[in-house]
């Protein structure tokens, strides 16, 4: 087994695949209009990290979730992207609109690591390599 995609739901996915080519560097592969819903995927490496729309999320969750939300607290999740430079990524993210968390600190053992908030309110965060 290994690790396929992360798919994150929010509001607009277009503005959201956009806010990750300037806040992180990364490059779409596809954006589809499927009719009621959105779905787009960037490049991240060995492995995808999609977005779809929220309507999606309501039909396949019928029960009810835990949509994100940038007023509220973050959600116990984090997604990670590994940059040999972390307080330039850090600062990238900032001037392209992600909410500061945690400024680049090295840790014990040396590395880097800086956490930023998007749009949407997704924790994520910059480690070094």
Known sequence: MKF???IIWVE?????VEFYEKAFGLVRRT???RGQSVWAEI???NTTLAFSSSNEAQKLFPGGFHANDATQ???LIQISFITPDVGSAYMRAIGAGAKALDAPKTHPGGQTIARVRDHNGVLVSLVSA
């Not at 607009?12 to 959201?16: C, N, P, Y």
């Open 4 to 6: 396929g995609y992360t």
């Open 12 to 16: 607009d996915v277009v503005k959201t």
């Open 31 to 33: 954006i589809e209009d």
């Open 73 to 75: 607290l973050p959600a």
């Open 43 to 45: 490049e991240t490496g």
